[in-house]
Nanobody, 120 residues
Framework: QALLVESGGGLVQPGGSLRLSCAAS????????MGWYRQSPGKERELVAT???????NYADSAKGRFTISRDNAKNTMYLQMNSLKPEDTAVYYC??????????????WGPGTLVTVSS
């Protein structure tokens, strides 16, 4: 199985920036699509951005132009650079990784989440 650990969340003022990281560890053979999702209180979890194994990104409309997703395949790590943050970006951000273990078993893993609070 894969273990995911997110980091980089915190409190930031409107207009500020944060960089989230998600590191995948364990008996991983290959990693396919990686993604960031978020969930605000009282709302369902929603897509923020995904990135394929070859680096093709896909963004939710709310993230376009402000967020940049990237990955380091050698480290099985994904990043989310968030700029021009707004109060409505406040949420718990989760990373999701799809891939295969060393035993050729498919996994679809979620991290525990990291809280991002945008407030003055």
């Amino acid at each position: 199985q894969a273990l995911l650990v997110e980091s980089g969340g915190g409190l930031v003022q409107p207009g500020g920036s944060l960089r989230l990281s998600c590191a995948a560890s364990g008996s991983i053979s290959s990693v396919n699509t990686m993604g960031w999702y978020r969930q605000s209180p009282g709302k369902e979890r929603e897509l923020v951005a995904t990135i394929t194994s070859v680096g093709t990104p896909n963004y939710a409309d709310s993230a376009k132009g402000r967020f940049t997703i990237s990955r380091d395949n050698a480290k099985n790590t994904m990043y989310l650079q968030m700029n021009s943050l707004k109060p409505e970006d406040t949420a718990v951000y989760y990373c999701n990784v799809d891939g295969y273990t060393s035993y050729d078993l498919h996994f679809d893993a979620w991290g525990p989440g990291t809280l991002v609070t945008v407030s003055s």
